[in-house]
Each structure stands twice: as C-alpha cells, then as structure tokens.
C-alpha cells in the first residue's frame, strides 16, 4: 500500500466474483505465482471465499473505477464478476 492510500478517502467495492466451473485450483496457481496482480490506485482490503459454492467477495477501494476493467482482464479467464460501490 501506498502512502497515498492514506492521504485520500477511496470509495469502497464490494467485488462478487463467481469462479467459472473447474477454475477453483487454476485461480489460486494462478495467484500464488503472480498475486492478486492489481493495478497502481486499486487496493485490497479483505476477502471471504465460499469453496461450496464457488464464490469469492472481495472489499477493495479506489478512486478510479476504470481499474477494476484493467485488474478484471488478468482474471475474465477463470471468474465472472460483479462490483457494487459501498455507499
């Protein structure tokens, strides 16, 4: 994280992402070699996973929506997501 992340209020994500059927083991090889592989201004904050139902909510937080596309493009292969805005 960046100082920046601190010197700035980010607008908070809820980020729903549905793992595509048999990607469950092949996202986290994925993961464990290259990380969450975010772009400069997107950040991470927590995660919960739902292995039973192949489901993954992730609270992220930035200033510039138009990240969450180039973040998206690493991952479209292996999950489908949904971002909702937290008021």
């Known amino acids: 994280m960046t100082s920046q992340k601190y010197s700035e209020k980010l607008k908070k994500y809820m980020v729903v992402e549905r ?3 048999n990607c469950f083991e092949q996202i986290y090889a994925r993961y464990n070699v290259r990380g969450r592989m975010l772009p400069e201004g997107l950040y991470f904050l927590h995660s919960w996973v739902n292995k ?8 992220m937080e930035t200033n510039d929506q138009a990240l969450f596309a180039v973040w998206i493009e690493q991952w479209q292969d292996l999950t489908d997501f949904e971002i909702f805005p937290i008021d």
């Open 19 to 21: 793992f595509k059927p």
């Open 52 to 59: 039973e139902r192949n489901i993954c909510f992730q609270l």
